[in-house]
Each structure stands twice: as C-alpha cells, then as structure tokens.
T-cell receptor
C-alpha cells in the first residue's frame, strides 16, 4: 500500500516570498491533516479536512497560511508571505475517517522541510 | 495544550525491554491513550492505543493503570531501530479526535 506522498521534500526561500506544499493522501482516506513541526517540538495541527470540507483550522494563521483540498483527494498548503518563524517541517497525514469508536490511526508523510532565510 | 507528561529522554540497552512512562492525570472517561513515535527525518508512526485495558500488538505493549492516570509503553526487546522520539497522546472521541503532540521522550538504544 502506497503511503502519504509529499513534495517537495526540502524548500529554501527568503522571507516575504511565497511557497506551496503538496500532499497526496493514502487512497480512500477521507480525512487529511496538515501539521507544523518546529525543531525540538512535537507536531502542531494546522488544519483538518474531512473530504473537501474543513473540520478544524483553529490553529492556522489565516493571514498568511491557506490550504485547500479540491475534489477531496490531494491537498496544497500555501504560505504567503513567509516569515522567519515559519521555518519548520510541514507534515501531511491522512486517516480513513475522523473519530469513530476510538481507533483512528493517522498515517504521516515524510514531511517538507522549509527554511526561511 | 498537551495533556500528558513524559520524561524528556531515556536510554535503554539493546535487547532489553524499554519502558516509557507517561502521566495523564486529567484524562477523562472517554479519552484514549495513543502512542506514536518519530524516527529522525520521518513522519510520526502509530504504535498502539488503549482505553482502559492493557493492549499488545506486534510492536509494543501498553499498560494503563487502573485509575487511568498513567501508562507505560513497553518495547520488549529494543533494537537500534527503536531509537526515536516517543509521543504519548490523550485523544478524545467523536468531535474531539485531534492529536495534540507534546515534546515526547527521546529514547536512545545503546549498543
């Protein structure tokens, strides 16, 4: 079974530039998540989609971050304009459904490491 | 905010059992304990989860105390490939399924 795919794996940009990350979840997974992981910290949820609808975006800095999941499959996360503090690994994860009777394993991709100079 | 407390780091000799503790004293009745691990430069990987009974799978065992305020993840025969950051997460159900990661325990397996 193919895992969660992300691209690019690495990106270096200067502050105030724009950047976009792409995620292809596991086939059939209705729920997709984007996390931000700053060095030395655990991942922090930015946004959660159920199919192509947003379930939770409470921690997404909406003045500069945006995400979409057209057709309920692939997703893109964009940062415009980037700040130095956006340097982090951006992880995409997917799961079959959200919730359910306790079991909801999230499968993570390898992440995109963003460096903002 | 993470609802769990874990030691920042631990060492374990290769071939021995690694016992990783986690305190979750404010856990409520419908919340599950999940464990994930993150090997360097990879995304987190699910290990095991439980509600109140002890659980075992091919990767690990999860021991939850009777009052559910703490748990222990056991890797029975640690190998060098088990070196990773281990996250203990309390997760709700139906409408509160978000995984909130803390800083985890960095487990180093010593040859």
């Amino acid at each position: 079974e193919a895992g969660v795919a992300q691209s690019p794996r690495y990106k270096i940009i200067e502050k105030r530039q724009s950047v976009a990350f792409w995620c292809n979840p596991i086939s059939g997974h209705a729920t997709l998540y984007w996390y931000q992981q700053i060095l030395g910290q655990g991942p922090k949820l930015l946004i959660q989609f159920q199919n192509n609808g947003v379930v939770d975006d409470s921690q997404l800095p909406k003045d500069r971050f945006s995400a979409e999941r057209l057709k309920g499959v692939d997703s893109t996360l964009k940062i415009q304009p980037a700040k130095l503090e956006d340097s982090a690994v951006y992880l995409c994860a997917s799961s079959i459904i959200a919730g359910g009777l306790g079991y909801n394993e999230q499968f993570f991709g390898p992440g995109t490491r963003l460096t903002v100079l | 905010d993470a609802k769990t407390t874990q030691p920042p780091s631990m060492d374990c000799a290769e071939g021995r059992a690694a016992n990783l503790p986690c305190n979750h004293s404010t856990i409520s009745g419908n919340e599950y304990v999940y464990w994930y691990r993150q090997i360097h430069s990879q995304g987190p990987q699910y290990i095991i989860h439980g509600l109140k009974n002890n659980e075992t799978n091919e990767m690990a065992s999860l021991i939850i105390t009777e009052d559910r305020k703490s748990s222990t993840l056991i890797l029975p025969h640690a190998t060098l490939r088990d070196t990773a950051v281990y996250y203990c997460i309390v997760r709700g159900d139906f409408g509160n399924e978000k995984l909130t990661f803390g800083t985890g325990t960095r487990l180093t397996i010593i040859p």
